[in-house]
């Protein structure tokens, strides 16, 4: 496991201090607390419900908490305004199930919005596009084309590439390669690890899948009920469960004789 300490003591960029979120009544995130290293891939496993996504939403403000904080960048989310959110969202760069392309716009103009938004000049804008398709492994014919016109797995390498646009120090990810056959999501896999030994930037990843998990995490985050039930590198969460239930989750792992 590679060391995880960050440059220079650099903190957390992500904090979770005693947070309580529900819907209702009923709380979805039960004084969760977590510290996310700077440069690692977190990945967080759990059953629907678990509040998985509702961990994530916090961190961009899509959420807010009940009580308790949670902190981006030294930023307490909580207290930002809209103006200071929407600078903050442009810091993160997003990665989720089914891509979210706009279906309208080229593969080049899907990659650069956000640049485009920042008024970056056309050339550049454009130089920028084919860079981060090669990063991605995908062919410069494809920048004229439009999602329709792509399959599955490169719609998903387009929207990983649109992510990394304006280089961002952190990725939310969430069941990215969730919709795509399993040949397909070993490649994306293996490309995202690549992109992240070269770039390093802080990945949190939510799966469903806890072969993907423990296959990417350099620390791995089992939640139950808005709590934290498992956390830490994927050999303990192999051979040291600290629950039947997180025994349970690597039992469903198949593993040939």
């Known amino acids: ?4 300490a960050g440059a220079a003591g650099e903190p957390p960029p992500i904090i979770f201090r005693e947070v309580t979120a529900a819907y209702g ?13 700077p440069g690692e891939i977190l990945t967080v496993i759990g059953h629907s ?38 600078a903050l969202r442009r810091r993160i760069g997003y990665v989720i199930q089914g891509v979210g392309l706009f279906p309208h716009l080229t593969v080049w103009k899907n990659i650069t919005y956000v640049l485009d938004l920042l008024r970056e000049e056309r050339e550049q804008s454009r130089q920028k596009a084919l860079s981060l398709l090669g990063l991605v492994g995908l062919e410069p014919e494809l920048l004229r084309r439009f999602p329709r016109e792509l399959s599955g797995g490169q719609r998903q390498r387009v929207g990983l590439a649109r992510a990394l646009a304006f280089s961002p120090r952190l990725l939310l990810m969430d069941e990215p390669f969730g919709a795509v056959d399993g040949i397909t999501r070993a490649q994306l896999q293996r490309l995202l690890l690549g992109l992240h030994r070269d770039l390093r930037p802080t990945i949190y990843f939510i799966t469903h899948d ?30 040291r469960p600290a629950s039947d239930y997180v025994r349970q989750l690597t039992d469903t792992i198949i593993y040939k004789k």
């Open 1 to 4: 496991m590679k060391n995880l």
């Open 210 to 239: 806890i072969g993907e998990a423990l296959a990417l995490g350099d620390r791995v985050l089992v939640m139950r009920r808005g709590r934290i039930e498992q956390l830490g590198p994927p050999a303990e969460i192999r051979e």
């Open 25 to 37: 009544a009923e709380p979805v995130l039960d004084s969760f607390s977590l510290e996310v290293l």
């Open 49 to 86: 419900g678990c509040g998985k996504t509702t961990s994530l939403k916090l961190i961009n403000g899509l959420a807010r908490a009940q009580s308790g904080s949670v902190t981006v960048f030294g930023q307490e989310v909580g207290a930002l305004g809209p103006k200071q959110l929407i």
